[in-house]
């Protein structure tokens, strides 16, 4: 098995390397000292096809394979994680979902805006009661005759505040318990009511808002597909943990050699502190 980069993987790698380099390292501090993504942003990364990595082109996208997009996460990662969850969450739990799931219909009209960088893409799954027990999520979907009523309250929703395209998770069969009753929407951020930004301790350049829906209609056309909640969520959430783990890790673990070098001074203790040094270093080379 070829484990090589192609010259293509190369390509991009290199460019979003560049491009992470320039423009978001020298602000990556001032954003997470800010506590906000810079929308502006959103258009440099669709510029260079960011927003779209590995979506066909036929659909607005850049047309790379998915590997690219990963590398290209890495890098702007490597910058600011923040980044990186923003586009993640666009990309790999919005967008691709649609293309996936979606009628020929549902493809033509979400698809493109979102993998050009006209609407960013929100997942809205969370709710206060019910995270990694996915499932037993309470917002309701009513059918009222030409689609449905939603209402309910979302929490930790990543981008859930830019008004762009939500992928909102509601239970339309109050009568199956479990991820079963529970199918997926397609709405736009004029849906929700953005009730309180979160704070976090990390990844504070990327934006994480709590939600409200108050009896948002839907259109038939909105749902999408027929489909198990629960099994797209744990595929997305591979992606996000990739970006969040290794940012998390990466400050656990300067932050207890920081606490080490500050006390004590010992030669066990300056071996452990190498081994420390060694997966830092390894893991943000
Ligand atoms: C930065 C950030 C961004 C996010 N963005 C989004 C987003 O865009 N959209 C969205 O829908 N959600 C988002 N989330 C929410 C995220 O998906 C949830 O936090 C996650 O599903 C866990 O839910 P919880 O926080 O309620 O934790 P809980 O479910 O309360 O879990 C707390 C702890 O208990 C453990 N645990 C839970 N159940 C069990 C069990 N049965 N057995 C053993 N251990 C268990 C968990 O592993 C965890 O360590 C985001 C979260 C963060 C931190």
Redesign the pocket.
Known sequence: MDFELTDDQREIQALAREFAQAEIEPNAADWDRAHGFPRELIGRLAELGFTGVCIPEEYGGAGADFLSYILVLEELSRADAGVG?TVA?HTS?VTLPILTFGSDEQRARFVPPLARGEAVG?????EPE?????GSLRTSATPNGNGWTISGA???????GFGGTILL?ARTDPETPGAKGVSAFILDGSAVTVTRE?E?LG?NS?S?VDLVLEDALADRDRLLGDIFAQSFFNEA?VD?RSV?RSDYEINVLRHVRFALYSCVENSLVKRVLCKIDDRISYATH
């Not at 929100?122 to 969370?126: I, K, P």
């Not at 019910?130 to 996915?134: E, F, H, L, M, Y």
């Open positions: 969850v969450v739990a929100a997942f809205a799954l969370t019910a995270g990694s027990d996915a979302k929490q930790w929703i990543t981008n859930g998770f979160e976090k990844l990327s994480t959430r996000m969040i």
